[in-house]
């Protein structure tokens, strides 16, 4: 699959309509007050998010317990290892040198291609017993949510299986002027979302929403 491939099979998914309904459900939006239908919808806001400047170099409990709210966990050893031990001190190493404010639309390939830090965060986290890819993707979008995407199986399968889905995102959203950004922020926009969930959330979240019924029911065979 090109990234032009991607990026039309991304403009295809996004009816604006359903998008929005699914956002608003997802992040509870216009809901009963404190009611919770989508621990996922906590991921980027729990203890201020994974980026915030005082902690954004770091892996804290907070971005340990944020990533369960996507059905994932860390097994205790390597949580241990992030927090207290080398691990972390590795992992603070690789994200001091992976910017944090900078949005995929507006990065180039050195950000997020083999070699990166970025590549070599993930890779190290992968490297963990018990950590796969999901969770290492998780626990990256959790601390970079404008530059890494949530990505899982149920978005994998919707997408077709991209080779590479971070260069093909980042060429998707960045193609036309990047209209398939506007697009996503215009989502937000109109779903009531606050400006923190970034567009790469909204991205994620429209996508899981679309397909996470059909995955489920047809055990979508792996791509």
């Excluded at 998914?13 to 939006?29: H, I, K, N, Q, S």
């Excluded at 059905?71 to 390597?78: D, F, L, Q, W």
């Excluded at 997408?159 to 960045?174: D, F, I, K, N, R």
Aim: charged share 25%.
């Amino acid at each position: 699959m090109t990234s032009d491939d991607l990026r039309l099979r991304l403009r295809g998914l996004m009816d604006p309509d359903r998008a929005v309904r699914d956002l608003r459900d997802y992040f509870g939006v216009g809901g009963a007050p404190g009611a919770v239908r989508y621990t996922g919808s906590r991921f980027e806001s729990l203890g201020g998010g994974g980026d915030r400047p005082e902690t954004a170099d770091t892996v804290t409990a907070e971005d340990l317990i944020a990533v369960q709210t996507l059905s994932v966990r860390v097994p205790a050893p390597v949580a241990l290892d992030l927090l207290e031990g080398e691990l972390g001190v590795r992992m603070s190493g690789l994200l001091r040198a992976i910017p944090a404010g900078l949005d995929m639309a507006d990065a180039g390939a050195t950000h997020l291609a083999e070699g990166s830090p970025a590549d070599a965060a993930w890779k190290l986290l992968c490297e963990q017993p018990r950590i796969g890819w999901v969770t290492a993707g998780k626990l990256l979008a959790r601390k970079r949510p404008r530059l890494l995407p949530v990505y899982d199986q149920v978005v994998r399968c919707v997408l077709g299986g991209p080779e590479s889905v971070w260069l093909g995102l980042c060429a998707a959203l960045q193609a036309d002027e990047r209209a398939l950004h506007h697009a996503l922020a215009e989502l937000r926009q109109r779903a009531g979302l606050p400006e923190h969930i970034s567009v790469l959330r909204v991205c994620d979240v429209v996508l899981w929403m679309r397909h996470r019924k059909e995955h489920r029911r047809t055990g979508c065979a792996e791509v």
